[in-house]
């Protein structure tokens, strides 16, 4: 993989704190964050495109589209063709900017994976408040250790990363709107394309980033930076099942709270398992906790290494494998997803590289993870066992919302290259868009009300 080292001498001295063990990281000099707004935008990413031409200058997107019954999309580039296709024959002229994951599916599968690769756009936007409170995170914020962030507001906390744990920040606390009801439908893809489907809809209200509070919270431990609510509509030996969280910065008694409402104990119970590499709930065991939204939950467990920016080959503006009129049966096919749907684009991200902790249990040893640079959002994660051998792969297809001004992945695949099979998460093609006009209140996220609504 070759680095882009001209843009990473800002997180260098972080790197090499975080490798000796230093417990923590401080803002930047009001030096460095002068440079956002101005040669980095507001976020952080070089505003600039690359010395080839081949990756443009950010110019973002104004705001467009309703917050409710409104798919994402961006007309001006549906009619675009793709310029070259990757494939096992031609893997050597591209592998430099290519994860490992989608190297090791060329080589699975030379006859049927490929990877068509589009003209790069840097569309992406926030709205003012955020970008205006990231330029200021980027002096107050500090990160004690892993897991516990302070000094931030609103915006990213982290715009300008010294240690490997700060994207990941950036990406957990990033901005997806105020409030938001989703489908998060799923699939557990076999080896010959045949697929079981679970339809979920979530909740969620955001505290930490939301530009409706009049006194946005500090994101600290202890403090809640977004509340979620999942409920199981089918598959029916699941239905009924509800997931309540509690997101908050640290671990521990500080941390995520959680619980579970199953139908056959018929109440809602503290759940503590919710958490790390156990596997969520009616995915048998096809995805970890720590693996929805790509990654998310504490970072205790690993060490984390920023490792600079390189140029990659990155699903981006995916509208196509994300909305109507493409369904769950054009997804699902025999090893992979369809090939003809997703959208790769050339896009420089930040890697990040996490090792499980000798001391610490975790199921993977070591990931490498790979940042859009615009939107701070995962669209990539090598996941590999403790004899080093890489185990999984996830990709997340990211998706500008032009609506609200947000970014995120849908639809998002872990391939368990053990096994064959692979799951689909976060797939709303056959079902509504999201809605960001739905009315959600605190008590909503309280067990008891959980309680009365399942028992009804």
């Not at 290259?417 to 093609?429: D, H, K």
Request: proline share 7%; glycine share 6%.
């Amino acid at each position: 993989m070759t680095m882009i080292h001209k843009y990473t001498v800002a997180c260098v001295a972080g790197a090499v704190l975080a490798a000796a063990g230093m417990p923590a990281s401080a803002g930047v000099s009001a030096e460095e964050a002068a440079k956002l707004g101005k040669e980095l935008t507001p976020v952080g990413a070089v505003r600039a495109g690359n010395e080839a031409g081949t990756i443009p200058e950010w110019t973002p997107a104004e705001q467009a589209g309703e917050l409710k019954g409104w798919f994402p999309q961006d007309p001006s580039i549906a009619d675009e063709k793709p310029m070259f296709t990757i494939t096992a024959a031609n893997l050597s002229e591209h592998a430099n900017k290519l994860t490992d994951g989608h190297k090791e599916l060329l080589r699975r599968f030379p006859d049927s994976y490929k990877m068509m690769v589009y003209p790069s756009h840097r569309k992406v936007n926030f709205p003012d408040e955020i970008k205006e409170a990231t330029i200021k995170n980027a002096t107050r914020a500090s990160l004690e250790g892993v897991d516990n962030p302070k000094g931030a507001y609103l915006g990213f906390p982290f715009p300008i990363p010294q240690t490997g744990a700060e994207p990941v920040w950036n990406h957990r606390v990033k901005w997806r709107g105020n409030v938001i009801r989703r489908f998060n439908n799923q699939m557990i893809v076999q080896q010959d394309g045949s697929f079981g489907l679970t339809k979920i809809v979530e909740d969620v209200l955001f505290y930490y980033a939301n530009t409706d509070m009049d006194s946005p919270p500090e994101l600290k431990p202890g403090t809640d930076f977004l509340r979620y609510l999942s409920e199981t509509l089918s598959p029916p030996r699941i239905a009924g099942t509800y997931i309540l969280v509690h997101e908050k910065a640290g671990f521990g008694t500080e941390g995520r709270s959680a619980w579970l409402y199953a139908p056959a104990l018929k109440r809602i119970r503290r759940a503590p398992a919710v958490c790390c590499d156990n596997p969520y709930e009616g995915t048998d065991g096809h995805q970890f906790y720590d693996q929805v939204d790509m990654y998310n939950g504490v970072l205790e467990r690993f060490t984390w290494k920023l490792k600079g920016k390189a140029e990659m080959y990155v699903p981006y503006n995916s509208y196509k494998i994300a909305t109507p009129p493409t369904t769950y049966d054009d997804i699902a096919s025999p090893n992979h997803v369809n090939p003809e749907l997703p959208r790769y684009e050339l896009h420089r991200v930040w890697v990040v590289e996490a090792n499980n902790k000798e001391d610490q249990r975790h199921t993977f040893s070591k990931r490498v993870m790979y940042f859009d640079e615009d939107s701070w959002n995962l669209v990539a994660i090598d996941n590999y066992d403790h004899e080093g051998k890489l185990t999984q792969f996830q990709e997340g297809h990211l998706v500008p919302y032009f609506n609200n001004l947000s970014v995120t992945t849908h639809v998002e695949t872990i391939y368990h290259l053990n096994s064959g099979r692979y799951f689909v998460t976060a797939m709303i093609n056959e079902d509504e868009p999201y809605d960001g006009t739905v009315r959600l209140t605190d008590n909503t996220f309280e067990p008891r009300t959980i309680q009365r609504k399942a028992s009804k």
